[in-house]
């Protein structure tokens, strides 16, 4: 049975545990207690993991920028991937105003929270995370102060030796395979989760899990069938929608599949070659932006910490909110590639709004929960995005 399971997609795991925490709180309420350990110890997993995935994955994918890139369409088409998150962002922050969503959190009335009170202060708190000491920015979790420090170091690493470059390269593929092992278990956790909520809240739960799917697959489809468009209209000055179409079709199926904009580069690169795009300007713009273009990390980032932050009444006015658009674009640059990476950055953005670690890697859990469409959907926002911006820019050059 085991050895049939392991054969099982990770989507598909986390299906049957679902399925299965459902009945089993359903059937067997009093077993919760019993049951949360397993969802207990995989929050406390991610909670480890994730300071050091933020600074190494960041870091490595700055040191390895090439310097003096060339390439005199990379800039139009970085822009375009700059200009397509923050929009993607935006459109998180009106879907959430619009259709607020509130979480199902376990031990959150056991903390006390203190929001900040204004603008000012939120700024001000930003500061002091940025320049806060590496050590005590990893040890606390200060994941703004983590950023903060992986950009430094990558930009001063980008003109060391090769060497170097592959050490830290080695480093953050390590990290990589940890995170592969942890989130390998996430069905075991999702299951502790699912038994130890539902007990809990029952149906409410599952109304509340539906609502906020929904927000996150609508406003990045919203993304991916308005705002690309325009985008790449205003880029091509012609109807986009013939481009938009093919892109989503053999680019964005493949990604939601996979559920990896690193595995979906070969079909990128191929679909680029075929549309006529320059071998050159595809072979360095497609991998880059399977590393930083991550509007669908940007919407989910956004939708999920302000979803967080409506549950635990935290007033947050329309600057703030502005603020957390550019922290949530920021941070899906350094999403991992792998499945659920964006997840574990939400907790920069929560520190935004001074919820503390524990609160953040509760949302990180129900996110877990709901990737089976969330990260899915994010994916092939994100990837097929990589190729469209891409072929947008060459084309219209030509």
């Given at each position: 049975?085991?050895?049939?399971?392991?054969?099982?997609?990770?989507?598909?795991?986390?299906?049957?545990?679902?399925?299965?925490?459902?009945?089993?709180?359903?059937?067997?309420?009093?077993?919760?207690?019993?049951?949360?350990?397993?969802?207990?110890?995989?929050?406390?997993?991610?909670?480890?993991?994730?300071?050091?995935?933020?600074?190494?994955?960041?870091?490595?994918?700055?040191?390895?920028?090439?310097?003096?890139?060339?390439?005199?369409?990379?800039?139009?088409?970085?822009?375009?991937?700059?200009?397509?998150?923050?929009?993607?962002?935006?459109?998180?922050?009106?879907?959430?105003?619009?259709?607020?969503?509130?979480?199902?959190?376990?031990?959150?009335?056991?903390?006390?929270?203190?929001?900040?009170?204004?603008?000012?202060?939120?700024?001000?708190?930003?500061?002091?995370?940025?320049?806060?000491?590496?050590?005590?920015?990893?040890?606390?979790?200060?994941?703004?102060?983590?950023?903060?420090?992986?950009?430094?170091?990558?930009?001063?690493?980008?003109?060391?030796?090769?060497?170097?470059?592959?050490?830290?390269?080695?480093?953050?593929?390590?990290?990589?395979?940890?995170?592969?092992?942890?989130?390998?278990?996430?069905?075991?956790?999702?299951?502790?989760?699912?038994?130890?909520?539902?007990?809990?809240?029952?149906?409410?739960?599952?109304?509340?899990?539906?609502?906020?799917?929904?927000?996150?697959?609508?406003?990045?489809?919203?993304?991916?069938?308005?705002?690309?468009?325009?985008?790449?209209?205003?880029?091509?000055?012609?109807?986009?929608?013939?481009?938009?179409?093919?892109?989503?079709?053999?680019?964005?199926?493949?990604?939601?599949?996979?559920?990896?904009?690193?595995?979906?580069?070969?079909?990128?690169?191929?679909?680029?070659?075929?549309?006529?795009?320059?071998?050159?300007?595809?072979?360095?713009?497609?991998?880059?932006?399977?590393?930083?273009?991550?509007?669908?990390?940007?919407?989910?980032?956004?939708?999920?910490?302000?979803?967080?932050?409506?549950?635990?009444n935290i007033h947050v006015d329309m600057t703030t909110?502005?603020?957390?658009?550019?922290?949530?674009?920021?941070?899906?640059?350094?999403?991992?590639?792998?499945?659920?990476?964006?997840?574990?950055?939400?907790?920069?953005?929560?520190?935004?709004?001074?919820?503390?670690?524990?609160?953040?890697?509760?949302?990180?859990?129900?996110?877990?929960?709901?990737?089976?469409?969330?990260?899915?959907?994010?994916?092939?926002?994100?990837?097929?995005?990589?190729?469209?911006?891409?072929?947008?820019?060459?084309?219209?050059?030509?």
């Open positions: 049975m085991f050895a049939a399971l392991a054969r099982l997609s990770l989507v598909t795991r986390i299906l049957i545990a679902i399925i299965l925490g459902f009945i089993v709180a359903y059937l067997f309420p009093n077993t919760a207690a019993y049951v949360s350990i397993f969802g207990d110890v995989f929050i406390k997993a991610l909670k480890s993991v994730a300071p050091i995935l933020v600074f190494v994955l960041v870091m490595a994918s700055i040191a390895n920028f090439k310097v003096g890139q060339s390439n005199h369409q990379l800039r139009p088409i970085l822009m375009m991937y700059v200009v397509g998150m923050v929009f993607a962002a935006l459109s998180a922050i009106f879907a959430s105003l619009a259709f607020p969503s509130t979480l199902m959190f376990t031990s959150a009335t056991d903390i006390a929270l203190q929001p900040p009170g204004s603008v000012t202060e939120v700024l001000k708190n930003l500061l002091l995370s940025f320049i806060s000491n590496p050590v005590t920015a990893l040890h606390e979790a200060n994941f703004i102060g983590i950023l903060a420090w992986a950009v430094g170091l990558g930009t001063a690493l980008r003109h060391s030796s090769e060497t170097t470059k592959r050490v830290i390269t080695d480093v953050a593929d390590a990290i990589n395979a940890i995170i592969r092992i942890v989130i390998s278990f996430a069905p075991v956790g999702i299951f502790g989760l699912v038994v130890a909520t539902f007990a809990q809240a029952g149906l409410e739960t599952l109304e509340n899990y539906a609502h906020l799917i929904i927000v996150l697959v609508a406003t990045m489809a919203f993304v991916a069938l308005v705002i690309n468009p325009i985008l790449v209209a205003l880029v091509m000055r012609r109807n986009p929608y013939p481009l938009v179409f093919k892109c989503l079709k053999e680019s964005g199926i493949t990604a939601f599949f996979t559920r990896s904009s690193a595995a979906n580069i070969p079909v990128n690169l191929d679909l680029a070659k075929r549309l006529g795009v320059d071998e050159a300007t595809a072979g360095v713009a497609i991998p880059l932006g399977a590393t930083i273009n991550m509007a669908g990390a940007a919407v989910t980032i956004t939708v999920l910490t302000l979803a967080a932050v409506n549950t635990l909110m502005i603020i957390l658009s550019v922290v949530s674009v920021v941070t899906a640059c350094g999403a991992s590639g792998v499945a659920g990476g964006s997840l574990l950055l939400i907790p920069v953005a929560c520190g935004l709004f001074g919820i503390p670690s524990e609160v953040a890697m509760q949302v990180v859990a129900i996110g877990m929960v709901i990737s089976v469409l969330q990260d899915s959907t994010e994916t092939a926002l994100n990837s097929s995005t990589d190729v469209l911006f891409t072929a947008a820019v060459d084309l219209a050059k030509k």
